[in-house]
Every structure is written in structure tokens, then in C-alpha cells.
Nanobody, 125 residues
């Protein structure tokens, strides 16, 4: 089973940038899509972005399009979420998770597993 550890969160001013990392252990990481989700206090976990097993195709939530970029380096067993032009409404705990197939077939959290512990992103106005 894959184990995931997120890092790179922090406090940033509106308009700033952060790059989140998702480090995986286990040989099967490169065989599956990987997704990023976030959860703000009092809200449900929501899809942010995901990429296929090779990184050749990706999907984004409308809120992330044009500002966030998802990528991965399978040789390093790591996925990334580059976040630019951050807004206060991006404040949340960000999680990475492994998809159920090689491509992104769903944006539903229930289609992903092996969740990491999350990393806090706080954007001040």
C-alpha cells in the first residue's frame, strides 16, 4: 500500500505562491493517478486537481484553473501542486491521494485512497 506525506504548506499573503509536495512510499505510486484535495473548516473535502500516472493529462477544479498546476516526478515518487495568485478563499488543509486507476476518471474523494495527513495553507488578505 502506498503511504503519502504532504509538505510545503504555510502562511502566505494574497497574491503569493506556494508549492506543495506529496512524497510517496511504495512501488505502485507511479501506476496510478494522483489527486489533490482541500478541506476548509466546516466544509466538505473538495477536489482541486489531479494528474494521470504519467502526468500527461490533468484535471482541475474551476477554482484552480489558470492558477494551480499539478505535476509529478515518478522517478522521485513525488507529486506537486504549484499554487500561484493565492486568495484567502484558498485557505484550507490540502491533501494528496492516489486514484483508483492510471487516468483521472473521477473527481470524487471516494475514488481516491491512501490519503496523506494534510498540510495547512493559510492565505492572508
Amino acid at each position: 500500500q502506498v503511504q503519502l506525506v504532504e509538505s510545503g504548506g504555510g502562511l502566505v499573503q494574497a497574491g503569493g505562491s506556494l508549492r506543495l509536495s506529496c512524497a510517496a512510499s511504495g512501488r505502485t505510486f507511479s501506476n496510478y493517478a494522483v489527486g489533490w484535495f482541500r478541506q476548509a473548516p466546516g466544509k466538505e473535502r473538495e477536489f482541486v486537481a489531479a494528474t494521470s500516472w504519467t502526468g500527461a493529462s490533468s484535471a482541475y477544479a474551476d477554482s484552480a484553473k489558470g492558477r494551480f498546476t499539478v505535476s509529478r516526478e515518478n522517478a522521485k515518487n513525488t507529486a506537486y501542486l504549484q499554487m500561484n495568485s493565492l486568495k484567502p478563499e484558498d485557505t484550507a488543509v490540502y491533501y494528496c491521494a492516489v486514484g483508483s486507476s492510471r487516468v483521472v476518471i473521477s473527481k470524487a474523494p471516494t475514488e481516491f485512497g491512501s490519503w496523506g495527513q494534510g498540510t495547512q495553507v493559510t492565505v492572508s488578505s
